[in-house]
C-alpha cells in the first residue's frame, strides 16, 4: 500500500468514526446512467402505483428513422431539465421535451467525423455534466469522445480537438490502431470523466486501461493499467514474455462512483485470447475483477478477482450497484456486482471486505496444450445465485420428445454437470449460465427503501466447442480464424438468425465492396479498418473462394501476430432445429434478493413465447437483455424480453399486474422521470439480438 493510499484510507476512517452518515440521493430525478448518482436503477416517484398502473397508456412516441437491418437500441436515456438525452440506432444523439416526445436538437456525430456508415457499435446512453451556465451532454461514437451544448447540441469546439478525442490515443502502448469503441456511457466525478471501452476478443486486442478525461479540455488526467506494467502490483500473475501483446481485461460494461467517498467501482472483462490462455499463464490481475480506484487520482484501494485466469468469457456484465443494507444490526455501505455466472458479490465499499464469505473452490483442470487454468474458483455463499447453477441431465429440454431426442443428439459427446469445465477440444463442453448470463449488461436494480435487489437473467446453456489451429500454413485461414471465427464460427456457416453465415460471399460482394464492407462495418458487425491493408487482402481473397490463401506470401515479420494454438468454433447456443433453446424452461427468470440476508424472496418467469403458448405450454421465459426498474408506487418495471413487450410486476410478489406490447423489443433499460406533476416510464425499443430491429422510444404514462 502506498502512503497516500494509506493517508486516503486513513481520512475514511475518520470520516466513518464521526458518525457522518450517508447523503442523502435524489431517487426523483433520472439525470444519470441508471437512473440516480449512485446507479440504483430506482425511483422514488410512486404517482403510478400497483393499483393503477394497469391504467398506462402511450402519451408519446419518438421514432429516430434510422434503424437498419440488425440495428439495435441499448440505449437508456436520461432526463435533465425538463428535457430527455438519448441516442438512435446510427448513434445520433438528441434532446426531446420529456413531457411530448417532440425533437428539440439532434446531433449527427459522423458529419462531424466523416461518414454516416462508419460502424460505431451501440450505444447505451449519454452523460450530462454542468459547472454555472456550462452544460454538456458527453457521449461516445465508434472511437470517439464528444461533447455537445446540452441546450443546442452544438458540439464544444474547445474539447479535444474540435470537439472530439480519439480514445485509441494515450493508452502507454507503442500502437494505437486499434478496434475500440465504448458502448455504456463514462461516469463524472467533479471534472472528470471516467471511461471505459470495448475491443476486440481476439489477440490483436488493446489493453483495456481505465482512464479519466478533464472535461472541460478533453485531456486524459490518469489512466489505470488493468493489465499491469513492469514493476506495478499484479504484474507476476502474467507470463512476463507476452504480457505487452495481451489484450482485453476492460470495462465495457459500465461502472459507478461513490461520490461522497470519492471511490469509482471498475468491473472489467476477460484477458485475451477468451478461451485458450497459453500466453497468460497465471491469474490475470486485474482481469475479472472489481476495481475501487480514487476516482480523482486512479489509485487502486482495493480489488477482488472473480475468475482466475478466464477461458469462459466470464466477464463482469454490469455495473455495480452501491446498496446500503443491515445485517447483524448495523448498517452497512456496500458494492454488490452481479455476475454472468449468476452469483453476486458484496463488499464493504471502503476496504472491499466481504459482506458474506467467498470461498475458493477447487475446479476441474483444463487439458488444452499450453493450457494452465486456476486450481480454484472463489464462490460466495451468500447472496443466494439468482438462477439455477448447474445444467445437468434432468435440464435437458423434454417439452417434447422429438426436441428432446434433437438435444440428446447434440449432447451424445459433450460434457456437462459443471459450471467450470474447461473448453476442450476432446469434447465440447456445456457452458451454463451462457456467454450472455446469467447477469448481463441491463444491471440491476436496488430499491433503498426494502433493501432488494432486482435482477433478470438468461438461463440458457451454449456449447462450447475448440479446435487446434492447423492453420498456420494457410495465412488467409489464420486471418479469418483471428478476426471473424468467434462470431461466424471456424466453417462460415455463422449463428442465424443473429450472426449470418460467410459462405457464397462472391455472389454477393465484390472485391471493393467486400473491402469496404471490412473497412467500415455494419450493423452488429464491427469495423476491421484497424488491420493491416496486407492482411484485409488476404483476407477477402479467402472469403471470396479465389484461393484458399496459401499461395500468398507469409506476412513480414515485423506485422506478423501471436495467434493462439486453439480457437473456440463460433459462438454457439444449444438450441434444437426448430430453434428453441436446450435445456428446460423457464429460459429468462426475474428474481428479488433480499440483501440484509442475501436470501431470494421470489423468483418468476420472464417472458412468453406464443408459439408455445398456443401449444398448452406454460409461459417459458425468453432471452432478455435490458434491466428493471423499481419504484416508491409498488411497481417493478421490465421489458428486455424478445417477445416485444414490457411488463409490470408487484415488487413485493412477483406478481405480474400489466403489460403492453412494444413496436419492437425493448432491449434496454426504462427510464422513469416527471415532468408538470405527471410520472413518465420510457423504453428504447430498438429490438435485434435475432428479433426485427426498431427505432421508437416509447413513453408511458396515465391518462389525464
Not at 486499434?178 to 471501452?197: A, E, K, R, Y
Not at 437473467?457 to 500454413?473: C, D, H, K, V
Not at 460467410?502 to 484497424?530: C, N, V, W
Not at 406490447?661 to 430498438?686: D, M, R, S
Amino acid at each position: 500500500m502506498t502512503f497516500k493510499q494509506l493517508l486516503w484510507l486513513l481520512s475514511i476512517s475518520i470520516f466513518i468514526s464521526c458518525g457522518k452518515s450517508t447523503p442523502e440521493i435524489d431517487y426523483s430525478n433520472w439525470s444519470h446512467y441508471g437512473g440516480s448518482e449512485d446507479g440504483a436503477r430506482y425511483s422514488s416517484l410512486s404517482q403510478i402505483t400497483k393499483e393503477n398502473v394497469a391504467q398506462l397508456e402511450v402519451a408519446w412516441t419518438y421514432n429516430t428513422g434510422d434503424a437498419s437491418e440488425r440495428s439495435q437500441i441499448q440505449c437508456q436515456p436520461i432526463v435533465v431539465d425538463g428535457l430527455l438525452y438519448g441516442s438512435t440506432p446510427k448513434l445520433n444523439v438528441f434532446a426531446l421535451d420529456a413531457a411530448t416526445g417532440s425533437e428539440v436538437w439532434r446531433f449527427d456525430p459522423f458529419q462531424v467525423l466523416g461518414g454516416e456508415n462508419s460502424w460505431a457499435g451501440t450505444n447505451r446512453g449519454v452523460t450530462y455534466w454542468e459547472s454555472g451556465e456550462d452544460k454538456r451532454i458527453l457521449f461516445t461514437a465508434g472511437n470517439w469522445l464528444m461533447a455537445v451544448n446540452a441546450r443546442t447540441g452544438e458540439p464544444i469546439l474547445s474539447f479535444g480537438d474540435q470537439g472530439k478525442v480519439d480514445i485509441r490515443k494515450d493508452l502507454d502502448t507503442d500502437l494505437d490502431d486499434f478496434l475500440i469503441v465504448s458502448n455504456t456511457p463514462g461516469v463524472v466525478h467533479q471534472d472528470l470523466l471516467i471511461l471505459g471501452m470495448r475491443l476486440s476478443e481476439g489477440l490483436d486486442a488493446a489493453p483495456g486501461h481505465v482512464r479519466a478525461y478533464n472535461i472541460k479540455t478533453g485531456k486524459r488526467e490518469w489512466i489505470f493499467h488493468t493489465i499491469p506494467k513492469e514493476g506495478e502490483p499484479g504484474y507476476d500473475t502474467w507470463d512476463p514474455k507476452y504480457i505487452n501483446q495481451i489484450g482485453g481485461a476492460n470495462n465495457w460494461a459500465g461502472m459507478v462512483v461513490d461520490q461522497d467517498r470519492g471511490i469509482v467501482f471498475v468491473p472489467t472483462g476477460s484477458a485475451t485470447y477468451d478461451f485458450w490462455g497459453g500466453y497468460r499463464h497465471g491469474d490475470n490481475l486485474y482481469a475479472n475483477s472489481l476495481l475501487a480506484l480514487n476516482a480523482k487520482t486512479g489509485e487502486r484501494i482495493w480489488h477482488f478477482q472473480a475468475v482466475h485466469h478466464d477461458v469462459w468469457d466470464r466477464d463482469f456484465p454490469a455495473p455495480p450497484n452501491l446498496i446500503r443494507i443491515q445485517k447483524d444490526g448495523k448498517w452497512i455501505d456496500a458494492v454488490a456486482q452481479i455476475s454472468k455466472q449468476g452469483m453476486t458479490y458484496v463488499f464493504a465499499r471502503e476496504t472491499g471486505e466481504p459482506i458474506w464469505p467467498i470461498v475458493e473452490t477447487p475446479v476441474p483442470p483444463s487439458t488444452l496444450g499450453g493450457e494452465k487454468t486456476a486450481p480454484t474458483q472463489p464462490i460466495p455463499t451468500l447472496p443466494e445465485p439468482f438462477m439455477n447453477m448447474v445444467f445437468e441431465e434432468k435440464d435437458i429440454l423434454n417439452l417434447k420428445p422429438e426436441w428432446m431426442a434433437d438435444i440428446k443428439s447434440q449432447l451424445s459427446n459433450a460434457k456437462f454437470g459443471d459450471t467450470w469445465l474447461p473448453p476442450s477440444t476432446e469434447n465440447p463442453i456445456v457452458l451454463f449460465p451462457g456467454m450472455d448470463g446469467g447477469g448481463e449488461w441491463g444491471g440491476a436494480s436496488f430499491d433503498p427503501t426494502n433493501q432488494t435487489m432486482y435482477i433478470n437473467a438468461n438461463q440458457i446453456p451454449w456449447l462450447i466447442e475448440m479446435t487446434p489451429n492447423a492453420s498456420f500454413g494457410n495465412v488467409g485461414q489464420s486471418i479469418y480464424t483471428n478476426y471473424c471465427g468467434n462470431c461466424h464460427g471456424l466453417e462460415r456457416k455463422g449463428n442465424l438468425p443473429a450472426i449470418p453465415g460467410l459462405i457464397g460471399l462472391k455472389e454477393k460482394y465484390t472485391p471493393d465492396s467486400l473491402d469496404q464492407l471490412l473497412r467500415m462495418g455494419r450493423g452488429a458487425m464491427p469495423a476491421f479498418g484497424h488491420i493491416s491493408k496486407e492482411e484485409r487482402l488476404i483476407l477477402i481473397d479467402y472469403l471470396m473462394g479465389k484461393a484458399d490463401a496459401s499461395d500468398k506470401q507469409e506476412l513480414e515479420a515485423e506485422t506478423a501476430k501471436l495467434y493462439p494454438q486453439y480457437y473456440m468454433n463460433g459462438y454457439k447456443k444449444l438450441v434444437t432445429k426448430a430453434g428453441l433453446y436446450g435445456s428446460n424452461p423457464p429460459w429468462g427468470l426475474l428474481t428479488a434478493l433480499d440483501m440484509n440476508t442475501g436470501k431470494k424472496k421470489w423468483q418468476v418467469t420472464l417472458g412468453e413465447i406464443d408459439s408455445l403458448s398456443v401449444q398448452g405450454f406454460a409461459p417459458t421465459g425468453t432471452e432478455n437483455y435490458g434491466g428493471p426498474v423499481a419504484t416508491a408506487g409498488g411497481v417493478l418495471f421490465i421489458a428486455a424480453t424478445k417477445d416485444e413487450k414490457i411488463r409490470a410486476f408487484d415488487k413485493e410478489t412477483g406478481e405480474i399486474l400489466w403489460e403492453a406490447k412494444l413496436p419492437a423489443a425493448g432491449h434496454a433499460t426504462p427510464a422513469v422521470y416527471e415532468k408538470n406533476g405527471k410520472q413518465f416510464l420510457v423504453i428504447a425499443c430498438g429490438g435485434g439480438k435475432g428479433t426485427k430491429s426498431g427505432d421508437a422510444y416509447v413513453a408511458f404514462a396515465l391518462p389525464d
